[in-house]
C-alpha cells in the first residue's frame, strides 16, 4: 500500500511538460494524411513510446515463448531425447525468469507509456481551446457548442483510444506474428506455408469491409456531435419549456434526434459486428484445418508430437493477432475520422489575429467613426451605411433605435467582434484594423442585457481576470456597484458560492455583479448593451446609481430603450436603417419634434 501511495502521490508532469502542452499539432488539409498527422502529435515523446513498446515485448514473452516451451517439455517426456531431466527443468527455469521480470517491465511500460500517451491528450485538447478563443466572434455564433464540446471531450478520447491501439497492441500483433511465425519457419516450412495461406483471406474481408466502416462512423460521429449539441441547447432551454408547458414537445424533440442517432450507431454496429463475426469464423475454420493437418504429419512422423501444441498454440496466436487486426480497423477508422473532426477546428481560417499588430500602451478614449459600413456574410443588405460620429474622452452616448437599426452591431465593432465592411473606426487616431485588439480590449468593460455568471464565488466573479485585488478594492468596488446591502445579508459574504448561471441570484443581483466586475477593470470604455431591459423599477433604480459610478469619466457607449437609462446621456444617436439621423441630447432631440421625439412619445404612451 505503501507502494502505491508513493506512485499515486507523485507528480507526473513537470512545470517544463506543462509548458509544453501549449505545442500546436500540424494537421492537413488533406483527409488521406491522417496517420501523417496523428504521428506528429508525438513529436517529442518517440523515444518514451519506443522504450515503452520495448518494455513491452519483454513483458510479453512468457505468453509468447510457452508454446514453444510447452513443446519442449512435452517432447521431452515423450521421446527421452538426450537428459530429459534437464530438459524439464530448464525450461522450467527459464519461463519463472520471465514471469519474475514481468511486474517490473509492466511497471516501467506503463509509465512511458502513459506520460506519453496522457501528455498528447492534454495538449490537444489545450490546442483545441486555446484556437476556440482565437476564432471569431463569427465562427462561434454559427458552430453549436455542443459540436465544440463533442470535439474537446469524445473525439479527443477517440484519438487515445487509437493511440492506445496502435502504440500497444500493435506492436504485440507484431511481436507475436514474428515470433509464432519464426518458431514455425524454423521447424517446418510445410507448416509455415499453411500458415501463410491464410493472409490473402484476411486481407480480403479488410478490403471488404473497410470503405463501409470508415463511412459508418463518419456518419454516427456527425450524428454525436449534433445530438451533443441538441442536448446542451434542451438544457438552456429548460426555463422556457417549462414555462409554456412544452414538455412533451420538447422531449419528442429530443427522442426524434437520439432515435436517429440510435439508428446511425446500430448500422455502424452490424457492419462491425458482420465483419469480426465473419473474420472470426474463417479463421476458425483454418484452425480446426490446422489442427487436423499437423496432427497427420505428426501420425507419419514428419513432426514430433508436443509440437503439434506448438503449431496450435501458435495458429492460434495468428489467428488471434489476424483477428486483432480486423477488430482494429473500426477502432482506426473512428480514430482517423475524430482526427480530421479536430482537423476541421484546428484548420479553420476564420480567427482573430492581431498579435503582430502594434500594442496600445494607454487608451484615452476618442473615436471617430468615418463613413463606417457593414453587412453579414452572405447578406447583400447593409447594417450599416456611412455611419459617422465623432466621440470625446469621457462623453457618454446612446444608440436608439428600432430593432435591426444596426445598434447592437455598433457595439460589436466598437469591441473589435468585426470589421467595418468599408470606411474606418479610428481609437485615438488609430485604425481599429491596424491595432493588437487585446491591448486595446484590456481597457474595455462590457455588461451585456443578459449577465454572463460562471460557477464559483460571487468574488471570482467580480475578480475574474484579475489577480492579487485587495479587500479594500474589493470593498470600493461593491458600494459602487451597490452590492453592500446583499453581500452583508449572505453568511459567507463575497465566498458565497453562485450556481450555474447565478441561478441563485435575482436578475438585478446578477447584473450589478456584472457591474462589479467591470468597475474591477478600471476601464477607459464601457459599453452597456441593454444593461436594465430587462429589470424591474426597483432593481433598475439600483442599477443606474450603479451605472452613473462606472460612467463617471469614462467613455460609455449604451444601447437601451428605457428613458431613465438615456436620458442623461451626453448625446444620443439615433440609428434608423443603419444611417445616424438624428444627434443630440434628450432635450435638443426632444425640442426637434423628430425620430426621437415620435419614439419617446410612444413609449410613454405604451408606459
Known sequence: MKVLKRIGGKASFSSQDMEKFDFIPRFSKNRNHSFRTLASLYKGNYGKLSGSSFLYFIKHLPTLLLPAVTANIINAATYGVGNSMRVIILNVIFMLVLLIIHVPTNYFHTKLYSRAIRFVEAALRNSITRKLQQLSISYHNLMQSGRLLSKVMRDVEAIQTLSHQLFINIVNVIMSLAIAIGFTLSKSVTVFLFFVATVPVAAAVMFYFKKDIKTRNREFRQEMELTSAKVVEMIDLVPITRAHALEDYEIARISNQLVETAEKGYRLDIIQSLFGDISWTVFMVFQVICLGFTGLLAYRGSIMVGDIAMYQSYFSTIVSQILAITNLLPIISKGLESVTSIGDVL???????????????????NFEFKNVGFSYMGSDTPVLSDFTLSVKAGETIAFVGESGAGKTTLLNLIIGYMYPSKGKILIDGNDITDINLQSYRKHI????????????????????????VSDEELKSVIEDANLTELIESLPDGWDTPITEHGNNLSGGQRQRVSIARALIR???????????????????????????NLKDGRTTFIVAHRLSTIKNADRIAVISEGVCREIGNYDELMAKHGLFYHMQNVQNADA
Open 522 to 548: 478600471n476601464p477607459k470604455i464601457i459599453i452597456l448593451d441593454e444593461a436594465t431591459s430587462a429589470l424591474d423599477t426597483v432593481s433598475e433604480r439600483k442599477i443606474q446609481s450603479a451605472l452613473e
Open 347 to 365: 484548420l479553420e481560417e476564420n480567427v482573430e489575429d492581431s498579435k503582430h499588430k502594434r500594442k496600445l500602451k494607454g487608451v484615452d478614449g
Open 445 to 468: 468593460a462590457v455588461v451585456p442585457q443578459n449577465s454572463i455568471l460562471f460557477t464559483g464565488t460571487i468574488k471570482d466573479n467580480i475578480t475574474y481576470g484579475r489577480a492579487n
